[in-house]
């Protein structure tokens, strides 16, 4: 079982706006731009929530967003789905799906995902320890590390932060 809401991203197709799934609430952008401008002006979703589908990107480019909004990299198969379907996975896979991910070694931030993803783009600065060069993720020294000590001053990346935030959170759950 989750151990809060999880925040998502929703298109509705009809009204061609983005719809955020936050803090176990629906909030409609007032366009289709993910910026804190967008988020300000807010209004809460009152239309039907079968009309809303679970975006394909998750990643929110805009910093300021991104710190208030951790959206996941879920896996491609939810892309697309409605957002009851999404809510009944995320209610009983979810948390299974998300330990599972962070016991690999693995960031489920879509953050992180896209910053893997874009090779023309400079990379976020991370922390310079060494990482075990046998590990199939660069993140997994890292994560074991913040895992172990979430007390540890902040590395100035927001991804970073959140990830350990969220592996100490899911790890130490139960």
């Known amino acids: 079982m989750p151990l809060r809401p999880v925040d998502a991203i929703f298109v509705h197709p009809e009204r061609r706006c983005y719809v955020i799934y936050h803090g176990g609430e629906l909030w409609q952008l007032t366009r289709m731009k993910l910026d804190v401008a967008s988020w300000w002006r807010r209004q809460a979703y009152r239309g039907d929530p079968n009309a809303l589908f679970l ?48 016991t690999k070694g693995e960031s489920p931030l879509a953050g992180h995902a896209k910053s893997s993803e874009d090779k023309d783009t400079p990379a976020p ?42 592996a100490d959170e899911v790890l130490h759950s139960r």
């Open 125 to 166: 600065a991370i922390d310079t320890t060494p990482t075990n060069k046998t590990t199939d993720s660069p993140l997994t020294g890292q994560l074991e590390s913040r895992a172990k000590q979430s007390t540890q001053p902040s590395s100035g990346n927001i991804f970073d932060d959140m990830l350990a935030e969220l």
């Open 55 to 102: 975006s394909h990107n998750q990643y929110i480019e805009d910093t300021e967003l991104a710190r208030k909004l951790r959206t996941l990299d879920l896996p491609k198969n939810l892309h697309g789905t409605s957002f009851p379907k999404f809510k009944d996975w995320w209610l009983t896979h979810g948390f299974d799906w998300l330990k599972d991910i962070i």
